[in-house]
């Protein structure tokens, strides 16, 4: 089966998904009984900046753009007037950017890859940045922006682990996350790696010793089952459990799959184990992670949110028990009404303009973007999230919520689609400071003058509620993805993320082309930056 093929073969398994009776009918879902996951393998690392296969590679491990299902959202394709589209007239952004500097490009993941997209996020510890995309990742200070590792290929990290997750097998890598946890003051690394097909994978999962992002791991292999591949995984940290999701695929099933990982356990480098809920009728959920000094109250579960039609989100609640995990609890959906709006390139997906290529680009439309950022601020607790709609003027603004009072009566406190003039916006990530400022970047691009760029905007509590400031620049890109394979294919993800050290400071990253010749997606590179309000000391 050619790609093409094989990627209409995928999406027709989601339509057909999607069309079951109840499918979309919160009254008829039930909570699945949780199953358990026993690590097939655990074991500790030797410190990794002592590694020796820090170089790209020539053949495999590597990633190749594998299918992508879309999920056809109750009424989103039907062309409404954007309610939440912001008609304020917005003031300057008041965030400035900090360092600017070059993040891991395409080259990195080895000359045989065929990087698309280039799956790239960061996250940010006491001293150092850490970058992932398909294949590498790279440890950066983050006082100078100097590289103090890498890039190295993040199979290396794996590197003597049996199956999928070792050395010297067929298969290919996808879907890196790399988080801090800044409670026990760790990294978290993980990646799929799946069998030549795409049918099964595993997901290998590194803990850090220490803070020191380039010292020891703690090495888990978790198998999902044979002919089982587990999509898009997207992971956080709450203080009793890692939770990741996965958008899980079987032959002839699919399955959103929330799972809590037993986080005491890995911390140690222990024998553990997951606890997961599968639901056929949700997608690409997002796990919420815990920013800030002030944790969840003891006992809270965590929270997963996705879309659920044009007119609302999905709320679950994960509670999860690791000593008896069938008093595990995956609850929901609650159902969060939010303003109508019409997805960003809802017929066919790709509508995103590029100056100088009739090629056009993939808004992701269809899901939330990572993260699902949770602060708790004492007097109440919000969620952020984002995603792509279609604007007024342009194919894609950006749409972002803030959720409060997600374990209580979960509700919509603001909301509000960003738009930049005929410019359109997507690909973002949003998240707070501890005063409660808002970061929120994404690419921006139009079909005259303007490459797929890197921006930014944001708001303070002060702001007129549910308003950004104006959008500014955080650099601007001279190239154009042309007629690559899968050329519409883009960044799959970005990351904002909050500092650790002083919850003032922003760090993003996102993907750009810096010259446009053909096929030449393949060249992508990253950018990293920090931004910050003034309000935030």
């Known amino acids: 089966m050619n790609r093409k093929s094989a990627i209409l073969a995928v999406g027709m398994l ?4 999607l069309a079951l009776p109840g499918f979309l009918s919160a009254e008829k879902r039930a909570q699945s009984r949780p199953e358990v996951i026993y690590d097939s ?5 030797l410190p990794v900046r002592e590694y020796s296969m820090a170089g790209p590679r020539s053949s495999r491990p590597r990633e190749v753009e594998h299918p992508r299902p879309r999920r056809i959202l109750s009424g989103a394709a039907v062309p409404v007037p954007d309610l939440a589209e912001q008609t304020y007239l917005a003031p300057p ?9 070059e993040g891991i490009p395409n080259s990195a993941n080895g000359a045989s890859l065929e990087g698309v997209p280039s799956d790239n996020n960061l996250a940010v510890g006491a001293k150092q940045v850490v970058e992932t995309i398909n294949t590498a990742w790279q440890v950066f200070d983050k006082a100078t922006g100097k590289s103090l590792f890498g890039p190295q290929q993040i199979s290396a990290l794996f590197t003597g682990l049996p199956g999928l997750c070792g050395q010297g097998q067929t298969f290919f ?8 946890d800044q409670i026990a003051k760790r990294w978290i690394i993980s990646q799929i790696a799946a069998d030549n097909s795409f049918s099964t994978g595993n997901e290998c999962i590194a803990v850090s010793e220490s803070s020191d992002a380039t010292g020891k791991y703690h090495r888990y292999v978790f198998k999902f089952g044979d002919k089982v591949f587990n999509d898009y995984d997207k992971l956080s940290v709450w203080p009793d459990a890692f939770y990741a999701s996965y958008n899980l695929f079987g032959a002839k099933s699919f399955a959103a799959e929330a799972c809590a990982y037993d986080r005491a356990a890995m911390l140690k480098g222990e024998k553990t184990k997951a606890v997961c809920f599968k639901n056929p009728n949700e997608f690409s959920f997002l796990p919420s992670n ?12 965590s929270f997963f949110v996705d879309l659920a039609s044009s007119t609302s989100l999905h709320l ?5 028990d690791f000593a008896d995990a069938s008093k595990s609890k995956f609850s929901g959906p609650i159902t969060i009404p939010v303003k109508a709006y019409t997805m960003a390139c809802s017929a066919t997906g790709t509508c995103i303009p590029q100056p100088g290529t009739k090629q056009q680009l993939d808004s992701l439309g269809d899901r939330l973007m990572f993260r699902l950022a949770y602060r708790n601020f004492g007097d109440h607790e919000s969620l952020v999230v984002s995603h792509s709609v279609k604007t007024s003027k342009a194919a894609s603004g950006e749409r972002w919520y803030e959720i409060r009072d997600p374990n209580g009566k979960a509700t919509v406190f603001q909301q509000g689609t ?4 005929g410019n359109s916006l997507w690909m973002g990530s949003i998240a707070m400071d501890k005063e409660g400022d808002m970061a929120f970047g994404f690419s921006e691009s139009n079909g005259s003058t303007l490459h797929p760029s890197l921006a930014f905007t944001g708001r ?14 955080i650099f601007t890109a001279k190239g154009s993805a042309t007629a690559a394979t899968n050329a519409d294919r883009w960044g799959d993800y970005s990351s904002m993320a909050i500092d650790p050290a002083d919850d003032c400071t922003f760090w993003y990253v996102n993907q750009y082309i810096p010259k446009t010749k053909p096929k030449n997606l393949l060249d992508f590179h990253t950018r990293v930056a920090s931004l910050k309000f003034p309000t935030c000391q």
């Not at 952004?93 to 500097?101: K, M, P, Y």
């Open 290 to 301: 815990a920013d800030g000094a002030t944790l969840p109250p003891s006992g809270e579960p």
């Open 93 to 101: 952004v008041s965030a400035t950017v900090g360092l600017d500097f």
């Open 41 to 45: 393998y655990h074991d500790t690392s």
């Open 14 to 17: 989601m339509v057909s998904s």
């Open 316 to 320: 679950f609640r994960f509670h999860v």
């Open 173 to 180: 890598w996808t879907d890196p996350i790399v988080l801090y």
């Open 460 to 473: 303070v509590p002060t702001d007129p509620p549910n308003t950004m400031e104006s959008v500014a620049s």
């Open 418 to 421: 960003v738009t930049d003039g």
